[in-house]
Each structure stands twice: as C-alpha cells, then as structure tokens.
C-alpha cells in the first residue's frame, strides 16, 4: 500500500510544479506557527481556513455544475445557527454541534434544490439568492428562539487556545479540500463525479441524452457545497462564539464568489489561493489609518484589474505559466519541458 501511494506520489505530483507548489504551501501552514506564535495573525490564518472550505463549496457546486448559487450564505448560516442552536439548548459541546449543524445544512440543501432544478441561469441565481434573506427574516421574526438581530452569544470556543484551534480548523480544512478535489477531479480512475460535473456544466442537455441521471447529480452538488458550508459556518459561530443575522447576509455569499473568481473558478485550488491573497490583504489594511474604511472598495479595484488581465484567475494564470498539458494524453506536464513525460509527444 506505501509503496504504491509513494509510486503514485513520485509519478502524479513530483513531476507537476502546480502540486508541488500545493503540497509546499499547505506544508507551511502546519509549520506557520513554529515561525510566529502572535494570537491575531493565527486568528486571522484561521479564519481563512474556514473561508477556504467556504469559497471551494461554492466552487463545487456553482463552477463545476454550473449551478450559479448567488445565496451559498444560506448554509453557511444554518450550519452556523444550527450549530449555536444545539449547544443553548441541549447543551452540546462543538465536537458534536459542528457536525451536526453541517447535516442540517446538508438538508436544507437538498429541500431548496428541489424548486432550484426547474430553473437555469439568471432566474437560478436570483431565486437562490432570495434563501438567505427568507431565513435572515425567519431569525429576526423570532427573537425568543434566535436571538433576533443580536444573534446567539456565548458559544463555546472549539478548543482551549488559539494555536489548538489553528489546527484543528487547518486539517479541517485540509481534508476537506482533498475530498471536494477528488469529487470534482474529472481524471479520477475511481471517482466519476468529477467527470459528470464537467459534462453538465458543459451540456447539460447532451450529458442526460448519453444516459445521466443529471438531477441525482446536482442534487449531489447541492447537497456536497450545503455540508461543506455547513462546517465553515459551524467553525465560524464558535471562533466569534456568536452566531447573527450577518451571517446570511449577500456580502457573505458574494465574497465567496469574489474569492472564487479571483483565484480562478473551476480549479478547487483558485478559492484557495484568492482567500489567501484577499482576506489577508483586507485585515492587513483595516488597521491603516486613513485607509481602512476603503478597503473593501481596494478590494473590488484588485479583483476588476485581475479579471482584466488574467480572466481565468490567478491561480489558473501562474498554473498555464508553469505547466503545459500535453496535446496527446492530457497529461499536465511542467512547462520546460520539451516532450510529455508519458506519450513522448511533443509540447510545443
């Protein structure tokens, strides 16, 4: 079994600058906290993860299927509030509310995909984005359950001290990651998910005449990007150890679009890369005297200059610069290359 996961790692990623520029990236998150120790910059690094896992749930469902979800807030929220709902009530610690909240979540995906499926482009989004905004009014309109405008205060963190929560939200994160990647890799020898996402969001029309079940598919979606989501709103409520109507709010569910199209939709590793770079950069000047109160505004200038000269993202951009795919058997190889590493056929 080692010997062919290191036959399958020597083979698959070695030879791929873009994976091992992953798996080095990755790597220095775990070993982050070796370098600084400082609580603010752990707290922002986590909530990054959970955006991570947030922004890629979106990617999933939205770029791989094409079912453009405009109000991906809705399961963030309700594993949020699912979750601060179980522990004022029942008493239950986050090892088991999180969880939990993310099931919900799932199933509140499943029950808004139902009227979502008879709909396509335009009229998807805008009745997706009605989601959240429904449940924004069911929290307020009972505040003796929900908290109303101020939310569910109190919650437990997830662990004792902020290194402990760094890392457990970051292997979190890490496998979830992993899973959505493998769910959506279109050249899984074992999972062919990813290869139907591809052939509904590219045709939906021809995948069902070659014999799909297309509905059992982005049923799948909606409920794969629900639990997901669910988790990072689960992780969300319990590191602010509150869980408020801003959670659904169309700023939430936009800025996992954002991230998304900025790191480069379609690619599981895009969202990942446009969190890093973008939240980061927005706590960073938050604090800038005469600055912050613009920095979402910097924020949207980023993303326009980016789109303009890098349309596919840039994650995607630096990706087409270090590797090239070879004509013959698709296989990624790295850029310098003169002949594929497999087929010997020519790359340029």
């Known amino acids: 079994m080692l010997k062919r996961l290191f036959k399958d790692f020597r083979w698959s990623v070695i030879p791929v600058p873009g994976r091992v520029l992953g798996i080095v990236f990755f790597f220095s998150l775990f070993i982050f906290p070796l370098i600084t120790a ?10 990054a993860n959970i955006y991570v896992i947030f922004a890629v749930s979106w990617d999933l469902l939205s770029g791989y299927t094409g079912q ?34 993310a099931l919900i979540a799932t199933g509140i995906g499943l029950i808004t995909c139902l009227p979502a499926l008879r709909l396509r482009g335009p009229y998807l989004s805008l009745l997706t984005m009605s989601f959240p905004l429904i449940l924004m009014g069911i929290v307020n309109s009972i505040p003796s359950v929900t908290g109303g405008s101020y939310g569910i205060y109190g919650l437990p963190r997830i662990a004792g001290s902020r290194l ?32 139907i996402f591809h052939a509904i969001r590219e045709d939906e029309i021809a995948a069902r005449a070659t014999g799909i079940n297309t509905i059992r598919y ?33 700023t939430m569910s936009f800025q996992a679009i954002l991230w998304a199209i900025f790191g480069g939709i379609v690619s599981i590793y895009g ?26 505004l910097i924020m949207a200038v980023l993303v326009i ?25 698709k296989l990624p190889n790295a850029a310098w290359r003169k002949e594929c590493r497999a087929c010997s056929a020519s790359l340029h």
Request: proline fraction near 5%.
């Open 305 to 329: 200059v980016i789109l303009l000269f890098m349309p596919e993202g840039v994650a995607v951009w630096i990706r087409n610069k270090i590797e090239r795919e070879c004509p013959r058997c």
């Open 164 to 195: 402990a929560e760094y890392y457990i939200i970051l292997i979190v994160m890490t496998l979830s990651v992993l899973i959505m990647w493998k769910l959506t890799d279109a050249g899984s020898k074992y999972v062919r998910t990813g290869l």
């Open 218 to 250: 982005k049923i799948l979606a909606f409920a794969i990007g629900g639990l997901f989501a669910g988790i990072a709103g689960g992780f969300y409520a319990h590191i602010l150890t509150v869980a408020s109507p801003a959670i659904l709010s169309l």
């Open 271 to 296: 969202p990942v890369v446009g969190v890093y770079i973008l939240y980061p950069l927005v706590e960073s000047l938050a604090g800038v005297r005469g600055i912050g109160e613009y920095r979402f």
């Open 68 to 101: 453009v979800n405009f109000g991906h807030a809705l399961f963030f929220g309700v594993g949020a509030y699912g979750s601060a709902l179980l522990y004022k009530y029942l008493g239950w610690p986050p090892g088991v509310t999180i969880p939990l909240g």
């Open 38 to 47: 400082d609580r603010y910059t752990l707290l922002v690094l986590a909530f």
